[in-house]
Nanobody, 127 residues
Framework: QVQLVESGGGLVQAGGSLRLSCAAS????????MGWFRQAPGKEREFVAA????????YYAESVKGRFTISRDNAKNTVYLQMNSLKPEDTAVYYC????????????????????WGQGTQVTVSS
């Protein structure tokens, strides 16, 4: 069983930055692909970013490409989402997710592809 705990959310003005953290109960150097998703009120959960277990590849939603960066610190068993140039439309609850990676290039852009989820952290961007 993998437990994930997100932190780092908050209120920020448009154009500002936040860094979300996801602390994992297993070694992040283990073969787990990691992802970030978000869900705004009244909307479905949507993919934000993903990282292969060996950090060889990342993938981003078009809406955040060039502004968000996913990364991993294996020494701390933590995955990060650095969010820059935030926009009001980035307002949502952000979730960290993990899935076993049977292949080096395993990624996932759909929520059903992930087995483990954190409780979420609220990000609010004011205009």
């Amino acid at each position: 069983q993998v437990q994930l705990v997100e932190s780092g959310g908050g209120l920020v003005q448009a154009g500002g930055s936040l860094r979300l953290s996801c602390a994992a109960s297993v070694r992040t150097s283990s073969r787990y692909a990691m992802g970030w998703f978000r869900q705004a009120p009244g909307k479905e959960r949507e993919f934000v970013a993903a990282l292969t277990w060996n950090d060889a590849s990342t993938y981003y939603a078009e809406s955040v490409k060039g502004r968000f960066t996913i990364s991993r610190d294996n020494a701390k068993n933590t995955v990060y989402l650095q969010m820059n140039s935030l926009k009001p439309e980035d307002t949502a609850v952000y979730y960290c997710a993990a899935r076993p990676a049977y292949y080096p290039d395993t990624l996932g852009t759909h929520s059903y592809e992930y087995d483990y989820w954190g409780q979420g952290t609220q990000v609010t961007v004011s205009s």
